[in-house]
């Protein structure tokens, strides 16, 4: 907010030059940002927080200000001589969005002559960082500087059927702006109409066809209170930033409408000559009043940490245009004007008392008392493990943003958008929803990669999703592990083979495995799964205690090819929850074998249905307590096997506890091996 000094002492009689004004501003809240030197005035550049919509012209400024020094603030009080017939014998006004327009006031002036302003307001508009235009509309943008409340001026000729309608625009309505940009409107945006047509886009932009040019004779002014979330959502929407948007967003007096009006009315009857006409059209059905807090002066020392008295706290609201009215001793009752809707509560009160009575003032003292040992949760604790031994397994560790779109996930194949929770008002199209799955994340930070040149990727992310309940209908936030890997693990290798680390499979299947071990889960199995972003032959559940954890395997070849893949990419999407939940802490011991092993191999050609896993568990069956482990570690086709088999082959450790197995106990139970797995399995021993 540009604030010329020279403006600033029409409402303040100062006697402090401008270094001392824009120090005590910051004391009191506010960030000066600039001090700008224009011919023999200063212009105070002042950075207006979201939340005080009532400092967004200079009559809000110069009320703080005068509040700081302990001054009178200059009041004025508009003149405006009707001599024209009565309003309503020309205009006809109707609000049909009442909740998103509680007030629109009007005045008509007729015999305008449109012109050049003079000198004195040009120069005012032009230290405010606003161009000079015509004096009416120069008019409508210096009541708005000077007083906070955005203006309109309507070329009143030039409205169909002499009507005014506020309402909904019609999806798809289109309207020309003044800065000569075709929009095309929505339904939950608000319009001013005629009876054919919108001729403005409410609080943001006027219309081309209405404007106020120089053959205008008759001016319509408009002065609202527009809801500020409809505000925002149009001008973001549409792309519009103006001076009015940027005030009524943030919060505009709903009870100044009219006299906005009466300034606007006699300047332009001074300046352009014009005939106000008698009365002014105010749709108001509901007035908002102003609130009501009470104030305890004894909370407010114990926040505050000083002695402040009831009379002092009272005497400085006061200077800030709030009404006081004691209850009791320790009580007060206070009256926020409706200028200053950021005050809600007895906090805001007493942060007002400690803006006035001077932060400086406050002694800096030291908290007392027994702070509570905090430290990390354990849920932290064991992400900050996993992620210590996922790098250690060579994985580097991204993070990725939680708002997404559904292009992205579908791009993947993760379409299901059922329980997805979207942003009412995205900032941008790209981040219109939050994820449902950590992957589409991974594969898209891969397929950054590989644009770049860079094709081998081993990465991880252990981050949040977020998804709707469908039995309680509320919002969940999940952690969920995601793993993508492709190419090599290694960028140069001189002491193995490059093939022995390309990514595939069973490398991530080892990831997935060392990093349950590592926290102490055991009871862990691969099913076979499918899934439409997977490989539908090289895809697996993660089963944990009987539940489904998550799903590894290699990203579908339709969705490799899209993207550009050039090496085949392997994911894993872990629920974290789980793991975090079946994390062992204890590590029990585990006394070394005093015994020797005896290792045998047996192969099965078997069904290419049947999973290796299925056979490992019946071999543990048969072994019983003296199965030590057993690995698969071989899986053959050839013609000579025949069509829609395969030999798998595993390597069977069996150990006794108490004793040395013989040769004839170890043939025993092989034998038992094969029989079972065969009729288990219709498999037959591959010799």
């Known amino acids: 907010m540009r604030v010329p000094l020279s403006w600033l002492y029409d409402f303040v009689e100062l006697h402090a030059d401008v270094e001392e004004i824009a120090n005590r501003l ?57 001599e024209a017939d009565e309003i309503s014998n020309h205009v006809n006004i109707r609000v049909e969005e009442e909740a998103m327009c509680p007030r629109y006031s009007a005045r008509l002036i007729s015999d305008v002559t449109v012109g050049e302003s003079p000198k004195w307001l040009s120069d005012r508009l032009i230290a405010c960082g606003q161009m000079p235009i015509n004096n009416v509309v120069d008019i409508t943008n210096y009541v708005m500087f000077g007083f906070g409340q955005p203006l309109h ?11 005014i309608i506020v309402r909904r625009a019609r999806e798809g309505e289109k309207i020309v702006t003044l800065d000569g940009v075709e929009r095309t409107l929505s339904n939950d945006m608000l319009v001013i109409a005629d009876i054919k047509k919108p001729v403005a886009i409410a609080g943001v932009m006027g219309g081309l066809d209405s404007e106020v040019t120089e053959h205008t004779k008759v001016v319509l002014l408009e002065s609202a209170h ?36 009466d300034i606007a009315a006699e300047l332009i009857a001074l300046l ?54 004691r209850i009791d001793d320790e009580t007060t009752s206070v009256v926020v004007p409706t200028w200053r809707n950021d005050l809600e509560q007895e906090a805001d009160l007493i942060e007002e008392i400690a803006r006035l009575y001077n932060y400086e003032r406050i002694p800096a003292t030291l908290p007392k008392g027994i702070s509570e040992r905090s430290g990390e949760s354990e849920v932290r604790k064991i992400e900050l493990r996993c992620k210590e031994l996922l790098t250690r397994l060579g994985l580097n560790e991204v993070i990725t943003f939680s708002l997404t779109n559904k292009q992205v996930q579908a791009s993947f194949n993760f379409k299901d958008y059922t329980n997805a929770i979207w942003v009412r008002n995205p900032l941008s199209r790209e981040y219109c929803m939050l994820r449902t799955n950590i992957l589409p994340s991974l594969l898209s930070v891969l397929e950054h990669n590989f644009r770049r040149g860079i094709s081998d990727v ?8 977020y998804l709707i309940d469908e039995r309680t209908m509320r919002y969940e936030e999940r952690r969920q592990l995601g793993i993508v890997i492709t190419g090599s693990s290694h960028t140069s290798t001189w002491n193995m083979p490059k093939e022995a680390t390309v990514a595939d499979f069973y490398s991530l299947k080892g990831i997935v495995e060392e990093l349950l071990k590592a926290i102490g889960i055991s009871d862990f199995e691969f099913v076979r799964a499918s899934h439409r972003a997977f490989h539908p032959y090289q895809a697996s559940h993660l089963i944990i205690k009987g539940e489904v ?20 990419v392997y994911a894993a999407q872990i629920d974290f929850e789980q793991l975090a939940k079946m994390y062992c802490h204890v590590k029990a011991f585990k006394q070394l074998p005093i015994y020797p092993a005896v290792t045998r191999d ?27 482990s057993v690995t698969p570690f071989d899986e053959y086709r050839s013609e000579q096997l025949g069509h829609g088999v395969k030999s798998l082959a ?9 004793r040395t197995l013989s040769g004839e106990e170890v043939e025993q139970v092989m034998e038992r091996v094969r029989q079972v797995v065969c009729e288990r399995f219709k498999a037959r021993v591959r010799m």
């Open 26 to 82: 910051e004391m009191a809240g506010f960030s000066v940002e600039a001090i700008e030197r224009l011919d023999d005035d200063f212009v105070l550049n002042i950075e207006v927080t979201p939340n005080r919509g009532d400092c967004l012209s200079v009559e809000g400024i110069a009320r703080e200000v005068a509040a700081i020094f302990n001054l009178p603030l200059k009041s004025f009080t508009p003149r405006v001589s009707e």
């Open 602 to 628: 047996v192969a099965f050609v078997v069904s290419e249905d049947v999973e290796a896993s299925s056979i490992v568990k019946a071999i543990f069956e048969v072994c019983g307590e003296l199965a030590d």
């Open 226 to 261: 527009f809801h500020k979330s409809s505000i925002r959502r149009t001008a973001k929407q549409l792309g519009i930033r103006t001076e009015a948007s940027y005030r009524f967003e943030r919060w505009v007096d709903p009870n100044g409408t009219v006299r906005a009006l």
């Open 272 to 325: 352009a000559g014009g005939k106000v006409h008698k009365g002014v059209i105010d749709i108001y059905p509901n007035p908002i009043e102003p609130r009501k807090i009470k104030l305890r002066i004894g909370r407010a020392k114990k926040v505050l940490g000083i002695d402040v008295s009831i009379d002092e706290a009272e005497s400085l609201l006061a200077r800030l245009g709030l009404s006081v009215c």
């Open 650 to 658: 595993f390597s069977v450790t069996l150990r006794a506890h108490d």
């Open 153 to 163: 001026a309507f070329d009143f000729e030039k409205i169909e059927g002499a009507t």
């Open 458 to 465: 081993w990465m991880f992310e252990i981050g949040k999703v």
């Open 549 to 568: 954890s998550g799903i590894l395997g290699r990203i579908h070849p339709d969705v490799e090819r899209e993207h550009d893949f050039r090496n085949p």
